[in-house]
């Protein structure tokens, strides 16, 4: 079955400095992954998403991501943090066939600092 | 495209009550999906929809939640006799079937239920 681990709980970054948060996910064959983020008292929305394709991927204000299948891995990057990038973000995975679950993990709480 | 529309925003009941949600998929949508969220727990997921039909509820907790989508424009989530571990925030989501689009949820605001 697939899953997503997000191995940082909460991660604090200096405003302008850069940003990475990890995501691993376990599913046989090639997944679609997603970014999400949620922003206080809001639902999610969605950050970026990947095809098979490009194993970088761009997002909304400056995010990216970079697919890696030999690692599993989904990382989200950003050059320079702002501090309305406050928020939690989930990555996610997906069979990507249409109409099926979406797994999401347990999302990693951003804190920028002045 | 107004989005993914959740009523009410907000709702309180006292313990033992029932708690009806209401969720409007984005037009076209034809896959609809339920979760809630904790601070303990984070996100669950609850049931989803597609095509109005119940494809899988593993995350419903079997005995007082129950979920219906008796047409392609809104789907209801009930809770019979809440109680106050039933306080969350209550996520509905809708994506396409087909497409390059497909699989990407959107998300609607929520509705904060907080049993008394």
């Known amino acids: 079955a697939q899953s997503v681990t997000q191995p940082d709980a909460r991660v604090t970054v200096s405003e302008g400095a850069s940003l990475q948060l990890r995501c691993k996910y376990s599913y046989f064959g090639t997944p679609y992954l997603f970014w999400y983020v949620q922003y206080p008292r809001q639902g999610l929305q969605l950050l970026l998403k990947y095809y098979p394709g490009d194993p970088v991927v761009q997002g909304v204000n400056g995010f990216e991501a970079e697919f890696s299948k030999s690692n599993s891995s989904f990382h989200l990057r950003k050059a320079s943090v702002h501090w309305s990038d406050w928020a939690v973000y989930f990555c996610a995975v997906s069979p990507g066939t249409g109409g099926y679950k979406v797994v999401f993990g347990s999302g990693t709480r951003l804190l920028v600092s002045p | 495209n107004a989005g993914v529309i959740q009523t009410p925003r907000h709702k309180v009941t006292g313990k033992g009550q029932e708690a009806t949600l209401w969720c409007e998929p984005i037009?076209?949508?034809?896959?609809v999906f339920w979760y809630r969220q904790t601070i303990v727990q984070g996100l669950e997921f609850l049931t989803y929809f597609r095509n109005q039909a119940p494809i899988d509820d593993s995350g419903m907790p079997k005995e007082r939640f129950s979920a219906q989508m008796p047409n392609q424009s809104h789907s209801t989530l009930k809770i019979q006799s809440t109680q106050p571990q039933d306080s969350a925030v209550y996520l509905c989501?809708?994506?396409?079937?087909?497409?390059?689009?497909?699989?990407?949820?959107?998300f609607g605001p929520g509705t904060r239920l907080l049993v008394l």
């Open positions: 989501a809708s994506s396409r079937l087909g497409g390059r689009d497909q699989d990407t949820q959107y």
């Open positions: 037009s076209g949508h034809s896959a």
